[in-house]
């Protein structure tokens, strides 16, 4: 009898509990609770003062070979964009021109940001085949290329939220964008029509093909 006692009490901590506890997490009993690696596969995102860098270093010395093997053959030797590719070198004091050219280096305003997106999508079509280390290479050599540091210069997970990026304060804020929050930093309700100023025309930047008719 009191064998028997045992064996339930281990059977109701052991499988019972678990189960229990495990059906109301999941409320309809659809799909699978994700584990601690999943997780970790999907939270790879850096946020700009750098929270979330995995821990990792590199300088641009050795990232100029990561970029020449896999980055080089869409993006140009030195960042120029091969064909239709897009340029990540270059285009300091364009924006406000015709022709803006938005580059890592003229445009984004966090390292960190760079990090995240080579790491997230690139090399196009391998996308999250480099190691940290990599990206922290290549990170290093596009900002080197850009000239926001010295080759030397060993990128990490504690400094990567601290480079200062040419266009960081080129963004409004806060986003004026009726549909993300107003002026007071609240999201807006209702009457958020804002007046439309038409600053510039696609084809004075070349993206409208042409045609006979207009
Ligand atoms: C097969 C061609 C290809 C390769 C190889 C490649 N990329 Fe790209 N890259 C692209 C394309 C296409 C885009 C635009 C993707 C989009 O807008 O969705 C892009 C976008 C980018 C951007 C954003 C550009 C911008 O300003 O919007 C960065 C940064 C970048 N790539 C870095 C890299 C790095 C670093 C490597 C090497 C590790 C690499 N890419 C390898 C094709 C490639």
Redesign the pocket.
Known sequence: MFDLVRKLTIFFIMIAIPIILHASERKFNLGKIATKTEIAGWDIDVRPDGMGAPIGSGNAIDGEE??AE??A???GDFGEGLDR????VGGEDSLDTYDPV???GS??PYAST?YD??YR?????VAQS?THDETYR??AY?LYMNEIIEEDFVLNDKNIGKIKMPNVEGFLLPDPRPDIANLNGKPCMKNCVSPTKIIGKARDIDVTPEDEKS
């Open positions: 990561v970029y896999q980055c053959s869409c993006h590719w897009p340029e990540l938005k580059t890592t445009y984004w760079m997106y080579i999508a690139m090399p196009f079509g480099l290549v990170v596009l």
